[in-house]
């Protein structure tokens, strides 16, 4: 089966599981100002009231429309707004334009998750379920999982982005934690097995597992420091072009780039914005927030270099992984035997496989139990608004 995912939920019951997601996104926002839901202030930044009406349109155009009798969509209009990419569904309003929606109004949406989530109960509730509808149901909850990050990303962008730089919940554990300098682990030469394999949930770029030979490499235990990369800083990293890929030199001087992003030099004193707002920054705590082109240039300026995302899955057991994503030297490109899903759903992951770079791990904001070795994470290698950060090989 080549799908999106394979296996069931685990010990707890799908409509449990699926009320305690949905639970989960709301609170991530209940600490928001009905202002907050709105704003837009980068083009990959979406509102958080569009996650919370994207992730309900997900159940409501894949699952109920489909097998629930008689259900009538909340209102048609909705899956022109929050439709994201899916172009076998049909139009959607342009991402730039997502932070004109004033309307449908943040209550208007928490009634339209209300309305899906009485539905989806309805529908769950009866023990007959199919495995394949228990199977589309988890892809919907891990959706909205990768959505939850999201939204503490974007949030995380939106008040950071603010210049009064706003505090978003002393609560929200939102920083990793400190590093200590580390050893760096030795892997021998030879074939190791990448990919996923099992009954537990996994998206199809993770799908089959195949050998990869790997030569001798070392891959150190800890993550780059943020008083290691103020050294790089110190030292001219990013006047540099010596380090730097073309594309990586030529956007530090379009955007004028000169530190990781959140980080303020005032009157010669570091600090960076954190959910807590604007603290001084702490040296012993992982660089985060940083783009691939900084990521490999400041490998290049310690004479190292990023690891691929199989040394890296390779080696992941062997030290702590989690406290934020982790910049690879890899493409992100099909596994062998990759085939896409049919219909809307193989646009889910196969149609990006072009341009991004993998991360790999997890972060802070990654929800409990959604992170695991064989995760495949990609962006642009351009972006910074991801918590991610550095891990060197050699």
Known sequence: MNA???????????????????????????????????????????????HLGHTTWFFESFILQHHLADYKPFNPN?????????????ARVVRTNR?????????????????????????????????????????????EEQHQELLFTDIKYILGHNPLLPAFNQSVAGEPVPQSSGAFLKVEAGLYHIGHTGNSFSFDNEHGQHQVYLGDYEINESLVSAAEYLNFIHDGGYRNFIHWHS?????????????????????????????????????????????????????????MRLPTEF??????????????WEWTGSAYLPYPGFIKA?????????????????????????????????????????????????????
């Open 78 to 90: 909705y899956s022109f707004v929050f439709n994201s990419y899916y172009e076998s569904v049909g």
């Open 247 to 303: 594309d990586g030199w030529e956007w530090v001087n379009a955007h004028k780039i000169e530190a990781p992003l959140y980080w303020f030099n005032i009157d010669g004193e570091w600090s960076h914005y954190t959910f807590r707002g604007l603290e001084k920054l702490r040296p012993d705590e992982p660089v985060t927030h940083i783009s691939w082109y900084e990521a490999t240039a400041f490998a290049s300026w310690k004479g």
């Open 4 to 50: 999106i995912l394979t296996g069931q939920s685990e010990n707890i019951s799908c409509l449990t599981r699926y009320n305690q997601t949905r639970q989960r996104t709301v609170d991530i926002c209940r600490s928001l100002e009905t202002e907050d839901y709105v704003v837009q202030p980068a083009v990959f930044v979406s509102p958080p009231k569009w």
């Open 342 to 394: 049919p219909g809307a759903l193989g646009e889910y992951n196969g149609k990006f496989m072009i341009n991004q770079m993998v991360l790999r791990g997890a972060s802070v904001f990654t929800p409990p139990g959604h992170s695991r070795i064989t995760y495949r994470n990609f962006f642009s290698p351009d972006t910074r608004w991801q918590l991610a950060g550095i891990r060197l090989a050699r």
């Open 311 to 324: 040394e890296w899955e390779a080696a992941a057991r062997r030290f702590g992984w989690g406290d934020c």
């Open 99 to 143: 932070g004109n929606l004033s309307r449908p109004t943040v209550q208007d949406i928490y009634d339209y998750r209300g309305y899906v989530d009485n539905a989806m109960n309805s529908l769950l509730s009866d023990p007959g379920i199919s495995q394949s509808l228990e199977e589309l149901v988890i892809l919907g909850m891990n959706h």
